[in-house]
């Protein structure tokens, strides 16, 4: 039954590499941007070390967190796990990995800002955004992957990657309209 | 609740069943469209044409006897020899070596074999049916494969076997004997449907067959073997006991090939194939590809150019009918195999002929085939002529159309007959372009009759979806105490659930992978409505709520195995899942350190034990535990509650823990216990716990808890009827629901979103219960447990049971889940629940008919739309009823 999540990669080099840079490139400039700004959580600017070790685990926890998720919806258990751990780790450097650095891991933040929809300010609204926005991309990715037309896209994880891929800009660009509306609301 | 709120409940929904069973009949009826029977009998005395003969009734005796053995799913690569041996299949691989040992050497006598092509669907009785009347199947014909009460009234070979006088002996299969009641001398037959007994009905047909061959009285014997066919229903394929079963059926042909004289000949013929898994019915190649075996001790054809030769199945019958000088059956429309008339080495499909042989008996030969094309093309022509006049179905035209075509070649043929030429390549070139007239209008009139008797009566596809469509928006209107506006604003989810439930029945991907799509859509709902819920409701909902996806996500396919081929000692495995599962519930229930530690210590112990023990007393160990496991989990469930019920259905369940250690290690040892202990092990220990459950379900009506009541009388008979893989599938619909019922109160979730989860979750169990909406898929063989024949209405309710036993679990435990009004205090009935499931049921069997009606011309409409709505709609009328009488009755 999992057939379909078993398709052989038509470049699962390319795929790799797509999801390998594209993780690289979110990272650097959580870590970056991290490392630049006071966190407000902290109220202190943190230290290289302890950004580091910050992104190491929650980048992990982030990646077997959405795997397991890939898993109970219906990604293969014990095959194919290379892919299914590079989806993990990239919807982690999308959605998990920012909020671990810039809130934290305080769980009643986390639940104000993601279960309660109520971000504060534009740090938090930026997380909001671009974190739903990517997993929800890659739950409509997964729409086109039991159709049988035979396109490279179709294959897991690549549809549930660009969707995810797709979330995130657009996440960033709903965050950028929403700047000017509510720029008066929460002066920070 | 007052009289008048309960009728006021019921009247809505009677009302919607008869709207459902009005849609569903019209519908069904314009979709699945029929081909008339003619009752008319071909005669001796009124051939179509005259042609030159001495001995027979239409056409020469070529043959006075013949012997026709049907070996039940004998698949193509069955009996071809394969050059190269591996692994793969090799245990049904060679193991009929006679089939090629006679083609090979010419000595023996002239062996044909073709590969035999079957119309679908690929069920017996329509597959005998096809083969001795000659005509197409209609679709709708698959569901009267269990009703062969009735007898074929159209015309065919058997039938005129009877007319012409010829001592016809049967014996097999009794199939055959409801078919054609009263027309054979002799009747050995014997019960067919128990797919669970390899070997009665083969034994039956060895010890009469040979003796009755050298009895001499007898003109054509028929032996219907069912031993392959049921091996691959309760094994597949691939299991030593189909060596076994094959090395028998050769052993048998070379019998008769021994035995037959120089006037007899031999069809050895399978009705269908089988798939990798052992089933049959449907129209992939492994169904339809048959093998058709024809031998002879005259000299026909060159064996070597039949070789890999496709012939459709219909095409046997005007072959028997000529060989044997019998009238063709006058709905025939298949045509003569030309290889058994021709006996010279002479390839007639090669075009140009090269280096023919002149001599005058080719020619003979090839002016025979002629006549018998001419033969049956009149004879196709006189059917065609009459169809044409009794139904408006063939426009005339098109059949004074052909008609010409075949008057031409007749002319053609007068003129060279007259011309009596000497044989030589040119007159043996001309006669055989005249076959290729022949055959070429035999094939238009073939490709006729498929395209019009696969027309859809659009007008009532349409009504029937309306009907179905009505009946959702009196759905809406009979939700309580909500107004329209409000359960579109407030219930997006469900709405959301609704819409992509609806396109996903759109694609035929999306109906093969529908187990998958079911997975993500639960999912999605509880990571939307759930999730955020228990976010704030601490760690015991959390943990609750990841065993509750996991459980869900186990669903899918962790045991691999099939139905009837369920490897127990494999199994350790998946006891050792629940164990563990059930070990986390208590421990979460009760909190008691000991008792947990004893259940991990437990789990370990039994998977420990399965890998020591021999195969024997691992599958008692596994069943014990296995059972032990499902009684503790249905005491956490009913919380202690209902504890008659309970001690009933644990009396019940340690019974079927018996019954299937018995019938596994029947099969292990090979040998057969007294008659007595079988009687009591198959028959009454089935009988005990349908009539035990039916007495505790009446029992729980008097009391309350009525929903779970019932659902705890009801889990043996299930158990039973499912097979031993249940004990997995029934026991992680006990833990969701346990878990579900929980998260369900922690997460205050709405009545919509708990319906739409269940039927989701209904749906995925479908399949996890080993079903599938295909025919193949039926597990026929539960109709039997508890009985040794096929009672039609009984076994067709086992059959129900079994394959919508989810459905019938998740409808009765609907109020269960969703009891938030009991906590209130109020005890009325909640009505929404139960409607909204059934909503969601209504709109999904819509979208499957609007889909299968958009896609009637699709390539995958037989194959997979039209068994989907056959089942979507036995869904929906058996929620309507479930539902109905959970109404009635609570």
Known sequence: MEG????????????????????????????????????????????????????????????????????????????????????????????????????????????????????????????????????????????????????????????????????????????????????KDHKD | MSRGGYWCHLVPLVIIFLIHLGGLYFYTTGFFLTRHSIDEISSCENPPVAVANSSGCWSQKIYKKAVVLIIDALRYDFAIKHDQIEAEGSYWKNHLPIFDSIIKDPTKGSGHLFKFIADPPTTTMQRLKGMTTGGLPTFFDASDNFDTSESIKEDSWIYQLYLNGFRTVFMGDDTWGHLYPSYFKRNYSYPSFNVKDLHTVDNGVIEHLLPEMRGGDWDVIIGHFLGVDHVGHRFGPDHPAMIEKLQQMNHVVSNVIDEIDDETILFVLGDHGMTTDGNHGGASDLETEAALFVYSKKETANNEYTYERVVHQIDIVPTISTLLGLPIPYGNLGKVIPELYINMNLNIFTDPINEIPTEQKVCDSLKYLTDMSYLEASQLNTYL?????????????????????????????????????????????????????????????????????????????????????????????????????????????????????????????????????????????????????????????????????????????????????????????????????????????????????????????????????????????????????????????????????????????????????????????????????????????????????????????????????????????????????????LTLIVVILHLLKYIVIHAETGTFDIAAIMYLLSILFFYFTG??????????????????????????????????????????????????????????????????????VCVSTMSTMLFTYFARRHLMVWRIFAPKYMFDAAILLVVDIVIILSYSLI
């Open chain 1, 4 to 183: 379909i999540y078993n398709t052989p990669l038509e470049d699962p080099e390319w795929t790799e590499i797509y999801i390998e840079w594209m993780i690289g490139l979110v990272l650097a400039s959580n870590v970056g941007f991290c490392w630049l700004v006071q966190n407000r959580h902290h109220n202190r600017k943190l230290h290289v070390a302890e950004i580091l070790v910050i992104t190491i685990l929650g980048f992990t926890v982030g990646t077997l967190l959405f795997q397991f998720i890939a898993i109970c919806f219906g990604a293969p258990l014990l095959t194919n796990v290379s892919r299914t751990l590079h989806f993990g780790a990239l919807l982690s450097a999308f959605s998990f990995l920012s909020p671990c650095l810039f809130m934290g891991f305080d769980t009643n933040q986390w639940i104000r800002v993601y279960a309660n929809h109520s971000p504060k300010n534009k740090l938090e609204r930026f997380l909001y955004y671009t974190g739903y926005g990517s997993v929800i991309g890659a739950w409509l990715g997964a729409i086109p992957i039991p159709l049988d037309s035979d396109r490279p896209y179709q294959v897991w994880p690549v549809s549930c990657v660009y969707g995810a891929t797709g979330g995130y800009i657009l996440g960033v660009f709903i965050w950028f309209i929403s700047l000017g509306g509510f720029r």
């Open chain 2, 385 to 729: 002529n009459k169809y044409s006049e009794l139904s408006s179905q063939i426009p005339e035209d098109e059949v004074k159309k052909l008609t010409m075509v075949l008057l031409d070649a007749n002319a053609l043929k007068e003129q060279y007959d007259n011309e009596k030429l000497v044989c030589s390549e040119m007159v043996i070139k001309k006669y055989h372009n005249l076959y290729k007239r022949y055959v070429s209008y035999h094939d238009s009139v073939l490709e006729l009759c498929t395209r019009l008797w696969s027309t859809f009566d659009t007008n009532f596809m349409l009504l029937g979806i309306f009907l179905v469509a009505l009946s959702v928006i009196f759905l809406f209107y009979s939700l309580k105490g909500i107004s329209i506006i409000n359960i579109f604003v407030k219930n997006k989810t469900f709405w959301l659930i609704c819409i992509l439930r609806f396109f996903s029945l759109w694609s035929n991907s999306y109906i093969e992978t529908e187990e998958l799509t079911m997975l993500y859509l639960v999912l999605t709902v509880l990571c939307l409505k759930i999730l955020p819920k228990i976010t704030n409701n601490g760690e015991e909902s959390g943990i609750m709520f990841i065993l509750l996806i996991v459980c869900i996500r186990l669903s899918t396919n962790v045991t691999g195995g099939k139905h009837e081929s369920y490897n127990f000692s494999e199994s350790a495995l998946d006891t050792f899942i629940i164990m563990c599962i059930t070990t986390i519930l208590i421990y979460l229930k009760k909190g008691h350190g000991i008792q947990t530690t004893t259940w991990i210590l437990s789990s370990c112990a039994t998977l420990l034990l399965n890998s020591v023990f021999p195969n024997n007393i691992a599958i008692a160990l596994n069943v014990i535990s296995s059972i032990i496991v499902v009684i503790v989990l249905l005491k956490l469930l009913t919380n202690g509650k209902v504890f008659y019920n309970l001690v009933a259905s644990s009396l019940s369940l340690v019974l079927v823990a018996i019954y299937w250690i018995s019938i596994q290690v029947d099969y292990i040892d090979d040998k057969m216990s007294s008659n007595m202990d079988q009687w009591i092990l198959r028959i009454l220990i089935p009988l005990f716990i349908y009539s035990n459950s039916v007495i505790a379900m009446l029992y729980s009506l008097l009391y309350e808890h009525k929903n779970m009541g019932i659902v705890i009388s009801i889990f043996p008979t299930l158990m039973i009827l499912l097979g031993p893989p249940s004990v997995y599938s």
């Open chain 2, 771 to 840: 079903h599938a909406p295909r025919f193949d898929a039926l597990q026929f063989s539960a109709g039997f447990i508890g009985f040794d024949y096929y009672n039609y209405t009984i076994g067709g309710i086992l059959m129900i049971l079994n394959t919508f036993a989810s459905m019938i679990i998740f409808v009765i435990l609907l109020p269960f889940v969703d009891n938030r009004k009991n906590i209130n205090g109020n005890t009325g009935y909640n009505n929404n629940v139960l409607l909204s499931f059934l909503l969601l």
